[in-house]
């Protein structure tokens, strides 16, 4: 086992039995990816990234489902989901144990006009969140988009996670410059979204909500996991449309996801919001799986 990085290629992919070695760990420093890979001329592929706490990775499952979603949406080969669960285990066995690591499953389109996907397993050591899960500053940027996109555009691929993240990317840089760590996109129309790479969670009283995935947001499952913690305790949970000042005049709100895990928002744009350290720590603690 290394501490460092660890890559397994997985040339089957998309199954069929046509590779003797479906997957294999590779030398994660060398060269491993033509410059006509549309996932890099293009942005043409798709990816999840999932944390494993202690050695056991949450929510792989969904990950995986949700990865063979999207690639449905981009007209991809279905992905063998058995090959990269085995793959993913690979990377996870062959890196150092670490309190916490982050392991990308990626999947393109492959190199142009071969007709055959690239896909890979990255492990790496994941960075120190604890600023983040004590709390963040979001600024509310607006992602252009309308909350009716994904019955208006389904081309647009809202809902898909895709590796075209540079629109996300420049507004977190965006959020950064108006002194925020963080963003909450907001639709056209109004209505608060979701992080670049997060889900939203909003406390009103005993219930909790997140934005629905009809309205163009990545289905989280880091926030279906959050629901069933609320929801054994008592707690009312769902979808709904809410708009930036109703987060803003909530009893909590957070930013959810794979590897940060849970960051609590203390400010939407000037706006403070209350604090529950206790529950914030409860919904870490499960999101890790202990």
């Not at 669960?85 to 071969?114: I, K, Q, Y």
């Amino acid at each position: 086992m290394s501490a460092q990085p660890v890559l397994v290629l997985v040339p089957g992919v998309a199954g069929g039995g046509t590779h003797a070695m479906p997957y294999a760990v590779a030398e994660e420093a060398a060269a491993q990816l033509t410059v006509i890979d549309l996932g890099v001329t293009r942005g043409d592929g798709v990816f999840e990234t999932v944390g494993v706490f202690d050695g056991a990775p949450q929510n792989l499952g969904p990950h995986l489902q949700r990865l063979a979603r999207s690639a449905e949406m981009l007209e991809l080969p279905a992905p063998d989901l058995d090959i990269l669960e085995e793959a993913f285990a690979l990377a996870v066995h062959e890196h150092a144990d670490v309190p916490e690591l982050s392991v990308r499953v990626v999947m393109t389109r492959g190199n142009e006009g071969s007709g055959r996907p690239s896909a890979w397993i990255h492990a790496r050591e994941s960075v120190d969140w604890s600023r983040e899960r004590a709390g963040i500053r979001v600024a509310a940027l607006s992602r252009g988009l309308p909350s009716t996109v994904v019955a208006d555009a389904p081309w647009l691929l809202a809902g898909a996670k895709t590796l075209s993240y540079a629109g996300n990317m420049a507004a977190v840089r965006e959020a950064k410059r108006r002194g925020a760590d963080d963003v909450l996109f907001v639709s056209t129309d109004g209505y608060a979204l979701e992080g670049p790479t997060s889900t939203l969670l909003v406390r009103h009283g005993e219930a909790f909500s997140t934005t629905p995935v009809s309205a163009g947001v990545l289905q989280g499952t880091s926030v279906a996991s959050a629901f069933a913690l609320l929801a054994a305790e008592g707690a009312s949970t769902g979808e709904r449309l809410m708009t930036p000042a109703e987060v803003a005049a909530s009893d909590g709100a957070w930013l959810l996801s794979s590897t940060r895990l849970v960051a609590p928002i203390t400010h939407l744009d000037a706006q403070e919001l209350p604090q529950d350290p206790e529950l914030t720590a409860r919904l870490l603690d499960h999101l890790r799986g202990r």
